[in-house]
Nanobody
Framework: VQLQASGGGLVQAGESLRLSCASR???????MGWYRQAPGKQRELVAT???????NYGDSVKGRFTISRSNAENTVYLQMNSLKPEDTAVYYC?????????WGQGTLVTVSS
Protein backbone atom coordinates (compact mmCIF):
# COMPACT_ATOMS: atom_id res chain seq x y z
CA VAL A 1 0.00 0.00 0.00
CA GLN A 2 1.29 3.44 -0.84
CA LEU A 3 -0.46 6.73 -0.32
CA GLN A 4 0.98 9.64 -2.27
CA ALA A 5 -0.11 13.07 -1.10
CA SER A 6 0.37 16.09 -3.31
CA GLY A 7 -0.87 19.62 -3.85
CA GLY A 8 0.74 21.44 -0.96
CA GLY A 9 2.50 24.74 -1.37
CA LEU A 10 2.80 28.34 -0.28
CA VAL A 11 -0.29 30.51 -0.51
CA GLN A 12 -1.53 33.74 0.98
CA ALA A 13 -4.29 33.98 3.53
CA GLY A 14 -7.71 33.76 1.92
CA GLU A 15 -6.54 31.68 -1.01
CA SER A 16 -7.36 28.05 -1.82
CA LEU A 17 -5.51 24.80 -2.34
CA ARG A 18 -6.57 21.33 -3.32
CA LEU A 19 -4.72 18.36 -1.90
CA SER A 20 -4.80 14.92 -3.47
CA CYS A 21 -3.96 11.53 -2.00
CA ALA A 22 -3.51 8.80 -4.56
CA SER A 23 -3.43 5.17 -3.53
CA ARG A 24 -1.74 2.41 -5.48
CA UNK A 25 -4.48 0.02 -4.34
CA UNK A 26 -8.23 0.21 -4.06
CA UNK A 27 -9.63 2.55 -1.42
CA UNK A 28 -13.26 1.59 -1.81
CA UNK A 29 -13.38 -0.49 1.39
CA UNK A 30 -11.63 2.01 3.60
CA UNK A 31 -12.41 5.13 5.52
CA MET A 32 -10.00 7.79 4.29
CA GLY A 33 -8.88 10.92 6.01
CA TRP A 34 -6.66 13.93 6.23
CA TYR A 35 -4.78 14.94 9.34
CA ARG A 36 -2.28 17.71 9.89
CA GLN A 37 0.61 18.48 12.16
CA ALA A 38 1.96 21.94 12.79
CA PRO A 39 5.45 22.49 14.23
CA GLY A 40 5.49 21.73 17.92
CA LYS A 41 1.92 20.47 17.94
CA GLN A 42 0.22 17.11 17.92
CA ARG A 43 -1.30 15.65 14.80
CA GLU A 44 -4.95 16.63 14.54
CA LEU A 45 -7.99 15.62 12.57
CA VAL A 46 -8.80 17.64 9.48
CA ALA A 47 -11.45 15.48 7.84
CA THR A 48 -12.51 11.92 7.22
CA UNK A 49 -14.79 10.33 4.65
CA UNK A 50 -16.38 6.93 5.02
CA UNK A 51 -17.05 4.31 2.42
CA UNK A 52 -20.57 5.63 2.01
CA UNK A 53 -19.44 9.21 1.64
CA UNK A 54 -20.24 10.33 5.18
CA UNK A 55 -17.88 13.05 6.32
CA ASN A 56 -16.48 14.38 9.55
CA TYR A 57 -14.48 17.58 10.04
CA GLY A 58 -12.31 19.11 12.68
CA ASP A 59 -13.89 22.15 14.27
CA SER A 60 -11.23 24.52 12.98
CA VAL A 61 -11.90 23.69 9.32
CA LYS A 62 -15.67 23.26 9.24
CA GLY A 63 -17.22 25.37 6.51
CA ARG A 64 -13.89 25.99 4.79
CA PHE A 65 -12.56 22.55 3.83
CA THR A 66 -14.26 19.79 1.87
CA ILE A 67 -13.13 16.19 1.65
CA SER A 68 -14.17 13.99 -1.25
CA ARG A 69 -13.21 10.67 -2.73
CA SER A 70 -13.08 8.98 -6.10
CA ASN A 71 -13.01 5.23 -5.73
CA ALA A 72 -12.60 4.91 -9.50
CA GLU A 73 -9.38 6.91 -9.28
CA ASN A 74 -8.34 5.55 -5.87
CA THR A 75 -7.89 9.13 -4.78
CA VAL A 76 -9.04 11.31 -1.91
CA TYR A 77 -9.17 15.07 -2.19
CA LEU A 78 -9.17 17.94 0.25
CA GLN A 79 -10.41 21.26 -1.05
CA MET A 80 -9.19 24.01 1.25
CA ASN A 81 -10.75 27.45 0.92
CA SER A 82 -10.28 30.66 2.89
CA LEU A 83 -6.95 29.47 4.16
CA LYS A 84 -5.56 31.02 7.32
CA PRO A 85 -1.98 31.21 8.64
CA GLU A 86 -3.00 28.77 11.38
CA ASP A 87 -3.69 26.17 8.69
CA THR A 88 0.05 25.96 8.11
CA ALA A 89 1.09 22.36 8.70
CA VAL A 90 2.17 19.13 7.11
CA TYR A 91 -0.96 17.38 5.87
CA TYR A 92 -1.08 13.59 6.00
CA CYS A 93 -3.38 11.18 4.24
CA UNK A 94 -4.74 8.24 6.21
CA UNK A 95 -6.37 4.96 5.32
CA UNK A 96 -8.32 3.39 8.21
CA UNK A 97 -9.94 0.01 8.63
CA UNK A 98 -11.04 -1.66 11.85
CA UNK A 99 -8.72 0.38 14.01
CA UNK A 100 -5.68 0.03 11.82
CA UNK A 101 -4.28 3.17 10.21
CA UNK A 102 -1.92 3.46 7.31
CA TRP A 103 -0.28 6.81 6.70
CA GLY A 104 1.14 8.34 3.61
CA GLN A 105 3.94 10.85 3.50
CA GLY A 106 2.88 14.40 4.18
CA THR A 107 2.57 17.44 2.00
CA LEU A 108 3.47 20.84 3.39
CA VAL A 109 0.96 23.67 3.30
CA THR A 110 2.21 27.12 4.23
CA VAL A 111 -0.18 30.05 4.51
CA SER A 112 1.32 33.50 4.74
CA SER A 113 -0.48 36.44 6.31
Amino acid sequence: VQLQASGGGLVQAGESLRLSCASRSSISSYRMGWYRQAPGKQRELVATIGTGGNTNYGDSVKGRFTISRSNAENTVYLQMNSLKPEDTAVYYCQRWYRGISYWGQGTLVTVSS
